[in-house]
Each structure stands twice: as C-alpha cells, then as structure tokens.
C-alpha cells in the first residue's frame, strides 16, 4: 500500500492528451512538500521527468507538464507518442517518522 | 556528467546480510544539498525508497525496514554503501541508487543501472 495513491494504468490514443493523478496526504503533498515525477521504460531504470511540481529537466518534451493543488498532484502527456508507453510514478516527502521519501504506486501508460 | 553504479552480490541467502556499493562520479558528497538514496523494485512491482544520506551525515530510512538498514559514506572514495540485515526472499529486486538533491523535500535525478538481487536458498 503505497503512501502516495495513484491509477494502476491510463491508456489514450496517439496524439491525445492524459493524465496521472497523485494523492496524497496532509503530512506530505499537501504538507507542501514538491512532487516530483519518474518515467521508466520497460527494462530501464527510472529517469526524472518532473521535479518541484512543474519542471522540467533539460531534455524533457514540453508535452510533459506537471501540476499541483493541495495534497493532489496531476502528470499531463500531450500529443501522446508510441514512446510514451512506460511505467510513471510520482515521489514526494514525508514529515512523519523523522521524515522519509514517499513514493505513488505507478501507473502504466498504454498507448492504443 | 553525473554517474552512478551499484555493485554487490547478485544471490544471497535467506538471513545473511546484504552489502551494496553506490560508486559515483561527477559530483562531491561534501556539497550542500546533496545526497545519495537507495531505492529498490521487485520483479514487476513499484519502486520502494529505502535509505538516503546527505552531504551533512544526515540520514533517513523507509520506517517499515529501519531496523535493518544501514547506510554510510565513503566521501574521498566517491561511494555510498548500503547494508540490509536478514534478507529474506521478499527482499528479491532490483537495487538502484541515485543521486539527490534537497529542494522543499528531495528528489532524484541521476540513476544507477541498478542491480538485481536475488534471495534464495
């Protein structure tokens, strides 16, 4: 049972926009703690996608937007993309137990 | 350009410990704001975040296997090293490191190819 909740799997067409919702709590998103999210490939370790709710590393499509509101935060993928198929998880932190990094379940992106 | 690496056994048996070697280069353990984390994965399952320590000597555990984490750092080295008491076939998965950064929280953004280990008998 992962600390931050979100879909098992999201699936959408190519060219179509989807999104990834994260839940969390009062003792971490909405804490005010940053969401940050990963992208892992079949096969690959992880690779940041978004960190600090909305930004973008060097490199990262701008089809990629991150958002946050209260203890939510959303993943937005426009102009979906056969490469986009991959696992997405959201991370955070929490201040309860001496504080510790929260991660969301995943959610599989299954382009049609 | 950031690099990590994980090295340790790929079998170990049920109760012995596990010690895995976080080696990286391209950036200091004395700077502030800086850590290394460790995060695992089993077989077709979700990422698990297990240990971190900062440039500061501040460290954190996952509070479900606090008791039998340790993690320390070998700063002239450039290493990070985690050990895990007890393993148990549960504990089967892929180990990652990654490189941290401290911002309204933490995050990672450089990974290790990480490394499967496997528990059994």
């Known amino acids: 049972q992962s600390v931050l909740t979100q879909p098992p799997s999201v699936s959408g067409a190519p060219g179509q926009r989807v999104t990834i919702s994260c839940t969390g709590s009062?003792?971490?998103?909405?804490?005010?703690?940053?969401v940050h999210w990963y992208q892992q490939l079949p096969g690959t370790a992880p690779k940041l996608l978004i960190y600090g709710n909305s930004i973008r590393p060097s490199g990262v499509p701008d089809r990629f937007s991150g958002s946050k509101s209260g203890p939510s935060a959303s993943l937005a993928i426009t102009g979906l993309q056969a490469e986009d198929e991959a696992d997405y998880y959201c991370q955070s932190y929490d201040s309860s137990l001496s504080g510790h990094v929260v991660f969301g379940g995943g959610t599989k992106l299954t382009v049609l | 350009q950031i690099t990590l690496k994980e090295s340790g056994p790929t079998l170990v048996k049920p109760t012995q410990t596990l010690t895995l070697t976080c080696t990286f280069s391209g950036f200091s353990l004395s700077t502030s704001g800086v850590g290394v984390g460790w995060i695992r994965q089993p077989p077709g399952k979700a990422l698990e975040w297990l240990a971190l320590i900062y440039w500061n000597d501040d460290n954190r555990y996952s509070p479900s296997l606090n008791s039998r984490l340790t993690i320390t750092k070998a700063t002239s080295k450039n290493q990070v090293i985690l050990t895990m008491t007890n393993m148990d076939p549960v504990d089967t998965a892929t180990y990652y490191c990654?490189?941290?950064?401290?911002?309204?929280?933490?995050?990672?953004?450089?990974w290790g190819q990480g490394t499967l280990v496997t528990v059994s008998s």
């Open positions: 009062s003792s971490n998103i909405g804490a005010g703690y940053n």
């Open positions: 990654a490189h941290a950064v401290a911002a309204a929280g933490v995050y990672f953004d450089y």
